[in-house]
């Protein structure tokens, strides 16, 4: 799993503030126990120089230490079943003064030597998940919500396809897409009038790719390209448009929404093409939502951005009557 440094620290953060709450915790229920029984803390002041005990009684000892060693065992586990029966005795669990960890594997430290411990896993892919959902309605938005009873039946004259048909198709292919995500993913561009499903099935696959452990970047191509020009002129917060445009190119998987609402300009184009060309060159997967036909890209943009646009990208056309209008009158 390749994860994303910032989302990494703050797991990382959060565990430690875990693991530091729990010894706090400890040492408060120590506290009290050795208040009610003060004969408990002789007992952990002895246990804890068993260690020093049997180095010592191996270096006196000058041949075979085994003798010392065993007795210095045998007094280890009275003195720990008399601490049990005092623990006991105060009404307390066995595990009272022990510290509980979320993870026994790796106590909460996120790694088992160098490699990351399984718990680290599932807290970054949920971190993950709760970051897209402050930013996408990933609750109500994704494949098991989906309805088909939206689309239409009746092909359309000019495909020969119905809405039902094409949304279905263009379903199963985000679907596989989601759940066969990878590294080495190609890229999709989904394209139609508005209101058809584009951006309710990009936040499907956005949900179910950072489940699965992925950092998924989403944004409309409006607030891309405004970092691009602050940035590059200034009037706005620096700091966070730099910070915004490192996920956009660093993510596992970029979703850009919207693109041709944006103001276009030649900087517009040029910051584009340049998001566009790192992630292509670099082979991090895109996808791309608009409501322009094949037959814009070159006129709104530039010939090589239509050429990447057409050629490196898988296309799913939507159609049929907006979804959003058909809510609004129940039907």
């Given at each position: 799993?390749?994860f994303?440094k910032?989302?990494?620290s703050?797991?990382?953060?959060?565990?430690e503030?875990?693991?530091?709450?729990r010894?706090?915790a400890?040492?408060?229920?120590?506290?009290?126990?050795?208040?009610r029984?003060?004969?408990?803390r002789?007992i952990?002041?002895?246990?804890q120089?068993?260690?020093a005990q049997?180095i010592?009684?191996?270096?006196?000892?000058g041949?075979?230490?085994?003798e010392?060693?065993?007795?210095?065992?045998?007094?280890?586990?009275?003195?720990?079943e008399?601490?049990?029966?005092?623990?006991?005795g105060?009404?307390l669990?066995?595990?009272y003064?022990?510290?509980?960890?979320?993870?026994?594997?790796?106590?909460?430290?996120?790694?088992?030597?160098?490699?990351?411990?399984?718990c680290?896993?599932?807290?970054?892919?949920?971190?993950?998940?709760?970051?897209?959902?402050a930013i996408?309605p990933?609750q109500?938005?994704?494949?098991?919500a989906?309805r088909?009873?939206?689309?239409?039946?009746?092909p359309?004259?000019?495909l020969?396809?119905?809405?039902?048909?094409?949304?279905q198709?263009?379903?199963?292919k985000?679907?596989?897409?989601?759940?066969?995500?990878s590294l080495?993913?190609?890229?999709l561009?989904?394209?139609?009038?508005?209101?058809?499903?584009?951006?309710?099935?990009?936040?499907?696959?956005?949900?179910?790719?950072?489940e699965?452990?992925?950092?998924?970047?989403?944004d409309?191509a409006?607030?891309i390209?405004?970092?691009?020009?602050t940035?590059?002129?200034?009037?706005g917060?620096l700091d966070?448009?730099?910070?915004?445009?490192?996920r956009?190119e660093?993510?596992?998987?970029?979703?850009?929404?919207?693109?041709?609402?944006?103001?276009?300009?030649?900087f517009?184009t040029?910051?584009?093409?340049?998001?566009?060309?790192?992630?292509?060159?670099?082979?991090?997967?895109m996808?791309?939502?608009?409501?322009?036909?094949?037959?814009?890209?070159?006129?709104?943009?530039?010939?090589?951005?239509?050429?990447r646009?057409?050629?490196e990208?898988?296309?799913l056309r939507?159609?049929?009557?907006?979804i959003?209008r058909?809510?609004?009158?129940g039907?």
């Amino acid at each position: 799993m390749k994860f994303q440094k910032d989302v990494l620290s703050a797991v990382l953060r959060e565990m430690e503030r875990s693991r530091n709450d729990r010894e706090q915790a400890l040492s408060g229920r120590r506290q009290e126990v050795y208040a009610r029984a003060p004969r408990v803390r002789r007992i952990d002041g002895e246990l804890q120089s068993t260690a020093a005990q049997v180095i010592r009684a191996s270096l006196e000892a000058g041949g075979d230490p085994a003798e010392a060693i065993a007795a210095l065992r045998e007094r280890n586990l009275t003195l720990q079943e008399e601490r049990r029966q005092l623990i006991a005795g105060l009404g307390l669990p066995a595990d009272y003064l022990e510290i509980r960890y979320d993870c026994p594997v790796c106590s909460d430290m996120g790694y088992i030597g160098s490699e990351p411990c399984e718990c680290l896993k599932l807290r970054y892919t949920r971190k993950l998940t709760e970051r897209l959902s402050a930013i996408l309605p990933i609750q109500d938005q994704n494949f098991e919500a989906f309805r088909f009873d939206y689309y239409s039946d009746t092909p359309d004259a000019r495909l020969g396809m119905s809405p039902r048909a094409c949304i279905q198709y263009n379903f199963n292919k985000c679907l596989a897409y989601a759940q066969q995500f990878s590294l080495d993913s190609g890229n999709l561009l989904l394209y139609g009038s508005a209101g058809l499903g584009k951006t309710f099935l990009s936040t499907c696959i956005a949900k179910t790719v950072s489940e699965r452990g992925f950092s998924v970047a989403y944004d409309t191509a409006i607030n891309i390209l405004a970092s691009y020009e602050t940035v590059k002129f200034g009037g706005g917060d620096l700091d966070a448009a730099k910070a915004a445009i490192r996920r956009w190119e660093d993510a596992d998987l970029l979703i850009m929404d919207d693109l041709g609402t944006e103001l276009s300009t030649s900087f517009t184009t040029s910051a584009f093409y340049q998001l566009l060309n790192n992630r292509l060159m670099s082979r991090r997967p895109m996808i791309i939502n608009t409501n322009l036909l094949p037959e814009r890209y070159e006129p709104q943009y530039s010939a090589a951005i239509a050429s990447r646009l057409m050629g490196e990208f898988t296309p799913l056309r939507f159609i049929g009557d907006d979804i959003r209008r058909k809510r609004r009158r129940g039907s």
